[in-house]
């Protein structure tokens, strides 16, 4: 089997003394040859270690501590999983493609046109997909890569997977570099084909590509990542402990924003890897017009309008943002998809390295989220859609002396206090009028169930320095762990947003329920009796008690069992479960299996949870 080995570097990553992502060429180049050396000794040091006949490596990678290796038994999977500095074992997985009216929705060519010319210049944007033809007009009159330099958009090209012979056998990564090319106009396209014949993108060639992205980050000015491609599905952000998401790590901590699709599965709970990694930024669709009805393979859309979310596009609570993705047409080819919003952020990501060279990653990461929320009607979820004017907005002209930001980074509220005030302060001043989007987004926490959605526009008139936002919480009776949901700002006017964009609001359940432990017994006739337990959850410091009783099914009282009832009570501050014995007859009659209930009522001192009914089976003996 083919698999990578994420190897621990952590003594070799403590010997590099200087942040990459603030390194001129010359010095970044000389960090990056360093860490090939220690990288090399280390991978060497493991190979002797493991050594086996049956144990390849297929492909090295310079500046990641990783290798893909071909295992041929288990002896040698054995040895590798016993050596120490082995991190992780990992599938090379197969990943597929996420298949001009665009770029005024976003405010481009605003931001290029209007006097102001923020258009990439001097960044590159990696292109990880089919290739790019770049013989198309789109990309200048290019003749090879780079050649003739100035004019040709893409200054390099390599099959990083098996080559194909061709430039773009699909055209769907031609499509995807003309997008990015049209949001930043003066950048330059690197572009690294990672899809094998058999139409997929392993992990290993993509891991290769991050390589060469880190390697040549200073000599190319690389400013982002686009990876329009992916597999699986992920409810919650997935740590990037693995050989894939620790390539993408290191790219960003060489200062390269790495962007995803979130996935065309509909799915409205969930993302694909590599969009679900918590170091990527995840990008969703949008319609960037209204194309009337929409038929996709996965579902429909009766109606179409610009900043409506699509109904293909994947999105879940931890979604980055959102970006026109249907239809889009560049470089001469139409297609739509989150593989199409995808390097509109990309591009994006470029403009900004170009406009403020100082800023990390999370920076351009936060500029890129200053657009305005849009909600998707399938979950309620308010993300932000990419606005380039805006985020540039806040590096040049200087932003506002003004901020609007959440006045808490927490909030905590009983379940029973029927809604909780969130306060949103302006800072900086109170000169003028003010006002800020904001909208509640799910997360443990479930919109109609556990809280009310709320969304609107908050407004500071003149000299007012706070607003509120208050959201009512729903009073259940059901006992459950504390939940979370979130409220985001988004789209300030006439300030900026604050570092608290958003703040976490936790409700704490205020239940007392009583409920049986299994809903579900088996008992064999000749057992004699069976035993049931009742719970109680949820605060204790009372005194409480249930009633109980048997009821019949097809198991019949005298026949089958004898019939029971009589109460269970708990003293204050008392916890543990309570038994209820039922005595089962073991009768002489040939019968199949059946069953009767034992139901609790008339709780004292706590309500009844869901388990509120126990059905035994008795399993006849005869």
């Known amino acids: 089997v083919d698999a990578l080995l994420l190897m621990d570097d952590a003594e070799e990553a403590a010997a590099e003394r200087s942040d990459p992502q603030r390194l001129e060429r010359a010095a970044y180049d000389g960090l990056m040859q360093e860490r090939r050396l220690r990288l090399d000794k280390l991978k060497a040091r493991v190979k002797s270690e493991v050594a086996d006949a049956e144990l390849e490596t297929v492909r090295d990678y310079a500046v990641v501590p990783v290798l893909h290796v071909r295992i041929g038994s288990a002896r040698a999977l054995e040895k590798l999983m016993r050596h120490a500095k082995v991190l992780a074992i990992d599938e090379n997985c197969r990943n597929e493609l996420l298949l001009a009216q665009s770029l005024p929705l976003i405010g481009q060519p605003a931001a290029w046109n209007s006097g102001n010319g923020y258009g990439g210049a001097g960044t590159t944007v990696a292109v990880l997909d089919t290739g790019v033809d770049y013989l198309r007009a789109a990309f200048g009159p290019c003749s090879s890569p780079g050649v003739p330099a100035g004019t040709c958009k893409v200054a390099y090209a390599q099959d990083f997977a098996p080559s194909d012979g061709v430039l773009d056998a699909n055209g769907h990564g031609t499509n995807v570099a003309g997008i990015a090319l049209g949001v930043a106009p003066s950048a330059q ?239 900086g001043g109170t000169a003028g009028t003010v006002s800020v989007q904001y909208a509640t987004v799910a997360g443990t926490a479930t919109a109609g169930t556990d809280y009310t959605a709320q969304s609107g526009l908050l407004t500071f008139a003149d000299g007012v320095s706070s607003q509120t936002v208050t959201v009512a919480i729903s009073n259940d009776t059901y006992y459950e762990s504390a939940e979370t949901f979130h409220v985001a700002l988004g789209n300030p006017t006439g300030a900026v947003l604050g570092a608290l964009g958003s703040t976490a609001v936790t409700i704490a359940d205020n239940d007392k329920n009583i409920g049986f432990e299994s809903t579900g017994v088996s008992v064999d006739e000749g057992d004699g009796s069976v035993t049931l337990w009742v719970k109680r959850l949820g605060n204790v410091n009372t005194a409480a008690s249930v009633r109980y009783a048997t009821a019949n099914g097809t198991a019949r009282a005298k026949t089958d069992y004898v019939a029971t009832s009589g109460t269970v009570s708990w003293a204050a501050g008392e916890a543990a479960a309570k038994s209820i014995v039922v005595a089962i007859v073991d009768n002489t009659l040939q019968e199949g299996s059946e069953s009767f209930k034992v139901n609790l009522s008339s709780p004292v001192g706590a309500t009844l949870g869901v388990s509120k009914t126990a059905i035994v089976t008795v399993i006849d003996n005869d």
């Not at 599965?265 to 669709?285: E, F, K, Q, R, T």
């Not at 980055?320 to 001469?332: K, Q, S, W």
């Open 189 to 427: 396209i690197a572009a690294l084909d990672v899809f094998r014949a058999d139409g997929y993108a392993y992990n290993s060639d993509i891991i290769a590509a991050i390589d060469w992205c880190v390697a040549n980050k200073a000599a190319f000015n690389i400013a982002s990542i686009n990876m329009s491609l992916g597999g699986g599905r992920y409810y919650s952000a997935v740590s990037p402990a693995d050989a894939w998401g620790t390539a993408i790590q290191r790219a960003v901590n060489a200062g390269i924003v790495v962007v995803a699709a979130s996935g065309n599965n509909a799915y409205a709970d969930s993302m694909s890897l590599p969009a679900a990694y918590a170091n990527v930024v995840s990008v969703g669709a949008v319609y960037d017009a209204n194309l009337g009805a929409v038929g996709w393979s996965v579902c429909s859309d009766s109606s179409t309008a610009a900043d409506k979310v699509t109904c293909f596009s994947n999105s879940a609570p931890f979604l980055t943002l959102l970006a026109p993705g249907a239809m889009i047409n560049a470089a001469g080819i139409t297609m739509a998809g989150t593989s199409q919003a995808t390097p509109h952020v990309a591009g994006a990501a470029a403009v900004l390295r170009s406009a403020s060279p100082g800023d990390s990653v999370q920076q351009s990461v936060s500029r890129l989220q200053q657009g305005p929320l849009v909600s998707d009607p399938r979950n309620g979820i308010s993300r932000p859609r990419l606005d380039l004017v805006t985020a540039l907005g806040v590096v040049s002209p200087p932003a506002p002396a003004q901020t609007v930001q959440m006045s808490a980074a927490n909030y905590t509220v009983a379940e029973g206090a029927g809604s909780v005030p969130v306060t949103v302060t302006r800072e």
